[in-house]
């Protein structure tokens, strides 16, 4: 076992996405850096359907080859049921160049991970940021390291918090402030050979996944629930999004956790039918409750915030991963910034948090219905990040907003800003029904 | 002064077409170019072209200037830039 050192540049705590790219980018930049993770990976966590945007990052870290080898579900598009509405879109239509993914995330991570070692960042598994000291004269990350029981210290001179939902620095400075729009639970677990929805509205069999690209599957509940249905290598990850009332009746339902996901699953319309061959992994399913929250700080002097540590919203238009790369790279802009212009440490701040806030505010916003904003302030700010996007990125935005009432927020406001490039796309398709592979190919033939 | 708004325009512009534009014909990039709006610079390239200002002019540029307002055409930041540099 290594030891781990008692200084370095940069410490970055947590080794998802948003930590690992911060790490890299830092590494890369010439910092000692060390990232402390109390996990050991590979390790499960969700937010696995992540949007081509997504590879712009994974080639700035350098880890595009071993992306590309894990052989990750390509998927082809989305399949958005909402009100009894089925609406498809195909990526392709959008001029992504890369494929859009369905990714096992212990997997991902993992490899995200890697790539960040090979590039010089020290990493630690299994080791617990249990405090940060944030003065000047005294920064540095106090931890617990969960294998020998030791707690230890480094001394550093700038500290990434990409701790996810653990928010060490959120927590510990207290402004860690819940979402009063989104207080959600989500449950989700894992079945073995369940079918499937590829475009055109074809309910295919689990074993075509890779011969016949899957969609993702989001599914309105009620007002503001939804599930979802994500083709993995191996099993198709399936979960459910539940607004209070919806999430009190789940809990009320009695038996075991397992139980109640699976008949609350098998319950639902369409994606309930593409259950009926599956079977649900026993022990795979997890809860997690108010997972919304909003920044009030995002950094200061000698900190700031990455992914999840800094917010996190609803994962229904698949930007969480996304979010967390593209807060990384600032991240480790910043510190870089401030490291070496010390004297102008409070503008590159600022401009870290104003980027960084435009893009939670738009992430946010697109997952809100209309009349449910309790914070205005983001619809200006909101657009701005938009106005950075690519056009594919753009149009796609737009065409979400119009498959789930989820973004009745965001819809107007894309259509009045003329800095946009699309007020208004037909990239998406009704369809009236879902027909099964069988049923086409003996029409076919 | 007229020599001195080429020199800053055009130090942009170089900074533009090397890092974003590789490879592309230097009359791909005019006056009427729309950079944030037209796809040329994306969420990370403003971020560079800030760092690019600040190291390069010693140019602060606002965080409420950061947007397609501000920044989407060269003569604008060209004269960004130099207006802050008066300041300074």
Known sequence: MEDIPSKADVVVIGGGPAGSTAANLLAQNGYEVVLLDQARHPRNTVGESVLPHVWKYIDEVGATEDIRKAGFI????????????????TLADFGFTGPSLHVERDEFDEILLRVAQRKGVQVFEEVVARHVHLDSSDRGVTYIDRRSGDEGRISCRYIVDASGQGAVIANQLGFREFDNDLRFMSVWGYYDDSAYVAQGGLICPWEKRREISPTTIQAGIGDWGWIWHIVQKEYTSVGLVLAPTQAAEFKAGGAKLDERFDAACRKLPIVGDLLQDARLRPG???????????PSRLAGDGWCLAGDAAAFVDPINSAGVITATYTGFAAAWTADACLKKPSKRDYFTDVFSTLVRQRLALFRISALPAGHNSYLEDNAIALRAAQLDSHSEQELLLVQTKLTDRSENLAPLLQMDPKLNYQSSDKYREVPELVPLESQLQAAG | METAQTDVKGTIKDYILREFLPGESPDSLDDTTPLITGGVLDSIATVKLIAFLEERYGVQIEPHEMNADYLNFLPDIASLVESRQAQS
């Open chain 1, 74 to 89: 390509r998927k082809s598009g989305g399949t958005a049921i909402w009100r009894g509405v089925i609406r498809q879109t």
């Open chain 1, 284 to 294: 795979s399913v997890r809860a997690i409750r108010d997972f919304a929250y909003r």
